[in-house]
T-cell receptor, first 113, second 119 residues
Framework: AQSVAQPEDQVNVAEGNPLTVKCTYS??????LFWYVQYPNRGLQFLLKYITGDNLVKGSYGFEAEFNKSQTSFHLKKPSALVSDSALYFC???????????FGAGTTVTVRA | DAGITQSPRHKVTETGTPVTLRCHQT?????MYWYRQDPGHGLRLIHYSYGVKDTDKGEVSDGYSVSRSKTEDFLLTLESATSSQTSVYFC??????????????????FGPGTRLTVL
């Protein structure tokens, strides 16, 4: 069965510093991986996805994620964090041929000015 | 929010009463989903639909039913609400999913959510 782990409940960084939000996954076969962001009292917004090809995926708002098959990881990164990046971030995985999108528990990011 | 609306946005109800949540999309996407969001659990799939009148269960479907009589509307019903169903409910849509014309690579887009409190 597919599953996702986000090992950190919270990440705190100073504005201007690099931001990393960790995600590891477990699937049988090649995974499809997604990152979403949720701002307070809003729905989830799609950031980026990895399907195949280049391991470095670029997405919205300056975010990128690196797929590492050997470490079964898909960490979300941003070179220089903004206060407005403070939000709840979700990693999700789907197995090819499956309808189900499995979400991690989420990581709360706080960027201090 | 990708042409998805949910109604109501907030609801407080009492244990044992029926509740219906509505999801409406203007994207003409084939697939629609209902999730619930609870702290520490992320989002969990309740039911999904792969076409008009075609629905199936997700991982937490007990106590919920769904209906889809039109492409644009997907209803979630709690037949007899319980306190354990207090949650934030999200609708999502995707152009494809599985089956004919579907691709599991397709992105799901989410509505703004409904906060339901069962007293």
């Amino acid at each position: 069965a597919q599953s996702v782990a986000q090992p950190e409940d919270q990440v705190n960084v100073a504005e201007g510093n690099p931001l990393t939000v960790k995600c590891t996954y477990s699937v049988s076969g090649n995974p499809y991986l997604f990152w979403y962001v949720q701002y307070p009292n809003r729905g989830l917004q799609f950031l980026l996805k990895y399907i195949t090809g280049d391991n470095l995926v670029k997405g919205s708002y300056g975010f990128e994620a690196e797929f590492n098959k050997s470490q079964t990881s898909f960490h979300l990164k941003k070179p220089s964090a903004l206060v407005s990046d403070s939000a709840l971030y979700f990693c999700a995985v789907r197995e090819p041929g499956d309808y189900k999108l499995s979400f991690g528990a989420g990581t709360t990011v706080t960027v201090r000015a | 929010d990708a042409g998805i609306t949910q109604s109501p946005r907030h609801k407080v109800t009492e244990t044992g009463t029926p509740v219906t949540l509505r999801c409406h999309q203007t994207e003409n996407h084939r697939y629609m989903y209902w999730y619930r969001q609870d702290p520490g659990h992320g989002l969990r799939l309740i039911h999904y639909s792969y076409g008009v009148k075609d629905t199936d269960k997700g991982e937490v479907s007990d106590g919920y039913s769904v209906s889809r009589s039109k492409t644009e509307d997907f209803l979630l019903t709690l037949e007899s609400a319980t306190s354990s169903q207090t949650s934030v409910y999200f609708c999502a849509i995707s152009e494809g999913g599985l089956g004919s014309g579907g691709r599991s690579t397709d992105t799901q887009y989410f509505g703004p959510g409904t906060r339901l409190t069962v007293l």
